[in-house]
């Protein structure tokens, strides 16, 4: 144990603990994969990233990543950069497609960023920006206990994260410096924001209790939206025709054609958890849930078919690989649905 692994009261700090290489990683508990061009990588609990050049078939851990605490997203904003975000308020980029990643952000630094912040709020705003600055000062005494639940980036410099209790930081640098858009949010109590999902020309962030909002100006306009469901939205998926498809828990799900003005509901047949989706380059949407059932829409959303598959075990993420196969991240590592296997199935 070194001076910079350990708090002040000997505790060890996986925060400031490089990931270790493990076979373990194979069955980890993953909890995001993407596509970096044809690669695929996955992020989930201890610090792992792994890594598949080979549509699924075979994995293998990131070389270097500097944390050992849980990840729960990633994205790519090209074929060689990425970035991951997770517990403890961190923020991993790499640049060679998730080989080697740095930290740009963790909770103590977005603590302190957002104290400022909240300082030049006070003298603008009066008591509602000293609120915020007792909240401020209570993340800095608290530490890095909040994690960061996803990340999108525009282009390679400008790009925004989110968290629970309402966290929202952005940079305009690549992530060299950040700032926090905490204040710009209409959210009074601080309620965890979990997605951030593609809506037509906009983005669609989701959250806890219902939380819904329309992220405009390249991200500089949140506006709150009215949701048609007061339970958490974990998610989000673009459909056909400039249609959304929000989900979310005990298998709720609602489906808007006008962006959000109206919304219809989505008959799931279970009241599961619905935890991921994605549309496949045919333009169907696949969504999954927490007990690993993989769903199939063939009409924009209307309706979703279960596919007969092996069971699996609880699904979090889902992407289509290079060659039509999907893979799932789950609670045991990442599994294979072959594409020759998917077109027999929906057949």
Request: hydrophobic share 40%.
């Amino acid at each position: 144990m070194n001076a910079a692994s350990a708090d002040a009261g000997g505790r060890i700090d996986i925060l400031e603990m490089p990931a270790r290489h493990t076979e373990r990683a194979k069955s980890a508990v993953l909890n995001a994969v993407v596509t970096a061009g044809t690669r695929l990588v996955a992020v989930g609990e201890m610090g792992i990233i792994v890594l598949s050049d080979d549509n699924g078939q075979t994995w293998r851990q990131a070389k270097v990543v500097p944390t050992r605490v849980t990840l729960t997203n990633i994205r790519f904003v090209a074929g060689d950069t990425g970035w991951a975000v997770g517990h403890s308020g961190v923020v991993l980029k790499t640049v060679d497609s998730g080989e080697n990643w740095v930290r740009q952000l963790d909770g103590k630094q977005a603590a302190q960023i957002e104290v400022a912040s909240a300082n030049a709020a006070v003298l603008k705003n009066g008591e509602v920006g000293a609120r915020r600055q007792r909240d401020a000062q209570r993340m800095v005494t608290e530490g890095a206990d909040k994690p960061f639940l996803d990340v999108h980036f525009f282009d390679e410099q400008h790009g925004f994260v989110i968290g629970a209790y309402g966290l929202v930081f952005s940079t305009r640098d690549g992530g060299k410096t950040w700032e926090s858009l905490f204040g710009q949010i209409d959210n009074p109590k601080n309620r965890h924001l979990y997605s951030i999902a593609n809506a037509g020309n906009d983005l669609l962030v989701t959250g806890e209790q219902g939380m819904l909002y329309r992220v405009s100006e390249a991200g500089q306009r949140f506006t709150a939206m009215q949701s048609p469901y007061p339970g958490t939205l974990f998610g989000a998926l673009a459909v056909p025709g400039a249609n959304t498809l929000i989900f979310g828990l005990r298998g709720n799900a609602f489906r808007s054609p006008d962006q959000g003005v109206t919304w219809t509901k989505v008959d799931f047949g279970q009241a599961v958890t619905l935890t991921s989706g994605t549309r496949l380059r045919d333009g169907r949407q696949v969504v999954v849930d927490e007990t690993g059932r993989l769903m199939l829409s063939r009409d924009g959303g209307l309706t979703f078919a279960k596919l007969t598959l092996p069971k699996m075990n609880a699904a979090t993420g889902v992407v289509e690989a290079a060659d039509g196969s999907l893979v799932l991240s789950t609670q045991r590592g990442a599994v294979r649905i072959a594409a020759d296997a998917l077109r027999s199935e929906q057949k």
